[in-house]
């Protein structure tokens, strides 16, 4: 069965990094555009970031530009999500979304 997932949060001083990892299974990886998308408690699921099937294209929300880079590596059925620069306002639960599918998420927190 279709199977995704995160990896890689924590918690993180303002202004450090972090790398989140999805590994993606049952289906065939590089058929599909992968995305992460994020959950603060009380808002909306958005859209971070989201990568090509073959890593050519990525697109990022205005929030992460600059700071995240989305990666993929279709030999390993992995995407990858770097973030720098981390804000207090990038604390949410992470997840990783691919062929209509999500992962269960990681939590990634920046506070000092």
């Known amino acids: 069965q279709v199977q995704l ?9 303002p202004g450090g990094s972090l790398r989140l990892s999805c ?3 049952g289906f065939t990886f590089d058929n599909y555009l992968m995305h992460w ?10 859209l971070v970031a989201v ?7 990525t697109n990022y929300a205005d929030s992460v530009k600059g700071r995240f880079i989305i990666s993929r590596d279709n030999a390993k059925n992995m995407v990858y999500l770097q973030m720098n620069s981390l804000k207090p306002e990038d604390t949410a639960m992470y997840y990783c979304s691919g062929n209509g599918y999500w992962g269960q998420g990681t939590q990634v927190t920046v506070s000092s």
């Open 37 to 46: 998308y994020r959950q603060a408690p009380g808002k909306k699921r958005e």
């Open 23 to 25: 590994l993606a299974s």
């Open 51 to 57: 990568i090509s099937m073959f890593g050519s294209n």
């Open 5 to 13: 997932v995160e990896s890689g949060g924590g918690l993180v001083q």
